[in-house]
């Protein structure tokens, strides 16, 4: 079983949509929650990170993270053809040493939000 | 000009022959990483440096090897490349101090092994 579950898709909605992009991981250990955005032929860039169960807000992004079920959530409002892409969770371990700074990546949801 | 760049961005070679793929930053960064991906198996890391001297292993390094050459710079080679090895491979940087930092990506090498 991989430490770290994405739903596959692809998703392709119509803009204007609530889109709803979800992981899973089983390693409790895990205390650093990101979403990297990933465009066709460029390296991920991050979008969202956070550290501790909860929302946080960016504009038309929410991360939503719950380490009681393991689960983390990216939600993009009025989703725009701009916002297709490939999107990654990424998780990090909180401890020191050489796993410090180490993420462990989601397989990835192709995401096409169409006009 | 980007802050980390990848060298070459594309490259056909065939089975058996060494490879190497450059990845240097402007971003000052102490820690780099070698990732390569795959269609639905997302990012694996495959060997990171927090510091010039250190080297360290990730989950897929078997058939790479590394080398830091400055803090700016970290290749990654394939000794004898393998049709599997055919993928995106990504440099990653990121700050060393204090708290969890995120990791900056290059734009990737498309390696296609014959």
Known sequence: ?115 | DADVTQTPRNRITKTGKRIMLECSQTKGHDRMYWYRQDPGLGLRLIYYSFDVKDINKGEISDGYSVSRQAQAKFSLSLESAIPNQTALYFCATSAGQGKHQPQHFGDGTRLSIL
């Open chain 1, 1 to 115: 079983q991989k430490e770290v579950e994405q739903d596959p898709g692809p998703l392709s909605v119509p803009e204007g949509a609530i889109v709803s992009l979800n992981c899973t991981y089983s390693n409790s250990a895990f205390q650093y929650f990101m979403w990297y955005r990933q465009y066709s032929r460029k390296g991920p860039e991050l979008l969202m990170y956070t550290y501790s169960s909860g929302n946080k807000e960016d504009g038309r992004f929410t991360a939503q993270v719950d380490k009681s079920s393991k689960y983390i959530s990216l939600f993009i409002r009025d989703s725009q053809p701009s916002d297709s892409a490939t999107y990654l969770c990424a998780m990090s371990l909180n401890a020191g040493g050489t796993s410090y700074g180490k993420l462990t990546f989601g397989q990835g949801t192709i995401l096409t939000v169409h006009p």
